[in-house]
């Protein structure tokens, strides 16, 4: 068991599984049918960059497609040696990488959470849109008080994100994992934008929140109805082969 845990935190073993992941979330990208919906949404965050995209754990793991080549991103990752891996994916398909994660314990120094923000408000300073989990980890569909502090500080809107493919298998976990599969349609669904002002007092930051929630919710569901051919009649979406990096 021991020769295991040293196997597996190793820096070989996790850069050559997070290569291997990498190159597998690029043939599932590249053999699925793409759809975006709204067909615009590059054209109108366009004048909003940098933005911050939230999304939930879980439903994260395809997220670097919704960066175009022309988008300089960065994305919030665990220090937890999980994260390693994450790290390497990320990295590999183009998206660059803040190490730190939130609480809803109050550790926020032990998990890098101080230093994560300021490099987040850096990064959006900078021009980088951002992207993050919404929900804090084991407190999954829940938004946490971060990314609406984020916002408020940086005056930047939130773009709630969701997306999923025709063809995956659904985790028992606690933040109900979704592994996405070849050649079926992958569906990329964006929410109305959050903007918060920088002097929101307490109930408006907890409106924020829960507008947060709702629009990932929202967007999660559109994208599963696109994504099964179950979406309303009134909802349009796009044939995106274009929009691939």
Known sequence: MKLVKRLTRSPAF?????????????LVFKTNRTVIDPPDIYERIAADLPII???????????????????????????????EVNAIVAERLGIGTIRGSGAHDGRYNEKGGVAAFRDLMAALAQGHSVALTADIPKVSRIAGAGIVMLARKSSRPIYPVAVTSSRRV???????????????????AVGDPI????EADKTAQERARLAIEAGLNEA???AHA????????????????????
Not at 14 to 26: D, F, I, N, P, S
Not at 171 to 177: E, Q
């Open 226 to 245: 696109l994504a099964d051919g179950v979406a309303p009649v009134e909802t349009k979406a796009l044939t995106a082969g274009s929009a691939r990096p």
């Open 170 to 188: 659904e985790l028992d976990t606690w933040d109900r994992s979704e592994v996405n599969l070849p050649f079926g349609r992958f569906v990329i």
């Open 53 to 83: 995209v939230a999304m939930w754990h879980g439903h994260h793991f395809m997220m670097p497609f919704f960066k175009r080549p022309e988008h300089s991103v960065k994305v919030l990752i665990s220090r937890h040696r999980d994260g």
């Open 195 to 198: 903007r918060i002002e920088a």
């Open 14 to 26: 996790q850069k050559t599984v997070g290569v291997v992941a990498a190159e597998y979330l690029r």
């Open 220 to 222: 999660t569901v559109r």
